[in-house]
C-alpha cells in the first residue's frame, strides 16, 4: 500500500515556475504508474501528466503540454511536476496518485492512492 506526501505548491506570480514532489512511501515505488492531477474550484479532478513505472514513458494533457514536465526518481521513492510558464487558469489544488499497474492511465477512478493535496496559485 502507497502512502503519498506531496510538498512545493505556493502563491506565484504569471509566467514563474514551481517543482512539485510526491514522496511515496513503502518499497515498492517502482511497480506503481504515477500521476499528477488538480481540481480547481468548482471543477471535476483532472489529469495533468502520468508517467510509467520506469519513467519511459509520460502523458500530458494538452493544456500543459510543453509547459510542464513530470519525472521520477525510483531511488528516493519521489515524482516530480516541474511546472514553467506558469498561467492562472493552473491555479488548482494538485494531487499525487499512485496506480498499482504497468499501464498509464488518465481517469482519476483508475488510481488506488492519493495524497493529501498541495495548493497551488498564479496571480496575473
Known amino acids: 500500500q502507497a502512502q503519498l506526501v506531496e510538498s512545493g505548491g505556493g502563491l506565484v506570480q504569471a509566467g514563474d515556475s514551481l517543482r512539485l514532489s510526491c514522496a511515496a512511501s513503502?518499497?515498492?515505488?517502482?511497480?506503481?504508474?504515477m500521476g499528477w492531477f488538480r481540481q480547481a474550484p468548482g471543477k471535476e479532478r483532472e489529469i495533468v501528466a502520468g508517467i510509467s513505472r520506469t519513467g519511459g514513458s509520460t502523458y500530458y494533457a494538452d493544456s500543459v503540454k510543453g509547459r510542464f514536465t513530470i519525472s521520477r526518481d525510483n531511488a528516493k521513492n519521489t515524482v516530480y511536476l516541474q511546472m514553467n510558464g506558469l498561467k492562472p487558469e493552473d491555479t488548482a489544488v494538485y494531487y499525487c496518485a499512485a496506480r498499482y499497474s504497468s499501464n498509464l492511465a488518465t481517469a482519476t477512478y483508475e488510481y488506488s492512492y492519493w495524497g493529501q493535496g498541495t495548493q497551488v496559485t498564479v496571480s496575473s
Open positions: 513503502g518499497r515498492t515505488f517502482s511497480s506503481y504508474v
